[in-house]
């Protein structure tokens, strides 16, 4: 079975700085990769998501993913972050032989201090 | 807000009672999901239904049992429940294949007592 790990459980940043939160999962196949935010008090929402092709995806609000095959990882980046961005953040995996079935990180906290 | 629509928001229940929680969308989606989601920790898949047939149960006890009547609709219902099974449960729903994104409900925050 594939399992997703996300090494920062919690971050702190001030607005303006650069963002970079790691995802690695281990799985042997081809996967689906999305990264989930959740805002205080909402539902999941889709920030982006990766299938195949360039492996640099970008999403809504200015955030972006690598998907480095190699390592396993898919990081989520954003340049400069901003007090809304205060939410927590998910990564996720479908196996691409699995049908739909998502496996989600242990989730990061991001506060951005205005 | 989201286009996935769950009832009730809040459910407080006792070890013996029936319930049901209930989940909605009219995006024309023909996969929908249940996930339980303790506190501090990811939500974790418990069925998956695809065109109205269950497809993926993982492993969880009986005393929660899924039922999707129409594509529409997507019910859970709960007898018996032990307090650890308090939890919030999220309902999404998806085109079906393999890299569809899912859309996400707001929950249902369970307390068993």
């Known amino acids: 079975a594939q399992s997703v790990s996300q090494h920062n459980h919690h971050v702190i940043l001030s607005e303006a700085a650069s963002l970079e939160l790691g995802c690695n999962y281990s799985?042997?196949?081809?996967?689906?990769l999305f990264w989930y935010v959740q805002y205080p008090g909402q539902h999941l929402q889709l920030l982006l998501k990766?299938?195949?092709?360039?492996?640099l995806v970008k999403g809504i609000k200015g955030f972006e993913a690598e998907f480095i095959k190699s390592k396993f990882s898919f990081n989520l980046r954003k340049p400069s972050v901003q007090w809304s961005d205060t939410a927590e953040y998910f990564c996720?995996?479908?196996?691409?032989?699995?049908?739909?079935?998502?496996?989600f990180g242990g989730g990061t906290r991001l506060m951005v201090k205005p | 807000d989201t286009e996935v629509t769950q009832t009730p928001k809040h459910l407080v229940m006792g070890m013996t009672n029936k319930k049901s929680l209930k989940c909605e969308q009219h995006?024309?989606?023909?996969?929908m999901y249940w996930y339980k989601q303790k506190a501090k920790k990811p939500p974790e898949l418990m069925f998956v239904?695809?065109?109205?047939?269950?497809?993926i149960n993982e492993s969880v006890p009986s005393r929660f049992s899924p039922e999707c009547p129409n594509s529409s609709l997507l019910n859970l219902h709960l007898h018996a429940l032990q307090p650890e099974d308090s939890a919030l449960y999220l309902c999404?729903?998806?085109?079906?294949?393999?890299?569809?994104?899912?859309?996400f409900g707001d929950g249902t925050r369970l307390s068993i007592l």
């Open positions: 996720a995996v479908s196996p691409n032989n699995a049908g739909n079935m998502l496996t």
């Open positions: 995006m024309g989606h023909r996969a």
């Open positions: 799985y042997g196949g081809t996967v689906n």
């Open positions: 239904y695809s065109y109205e047939k269950l497809s």
């Open positions: 999404a729903s998806s085109s079906p294949g393999r890299n569809q994104p899912q859309h």
């Open positions: 990766y299938f195949s092709g360039d492996p």
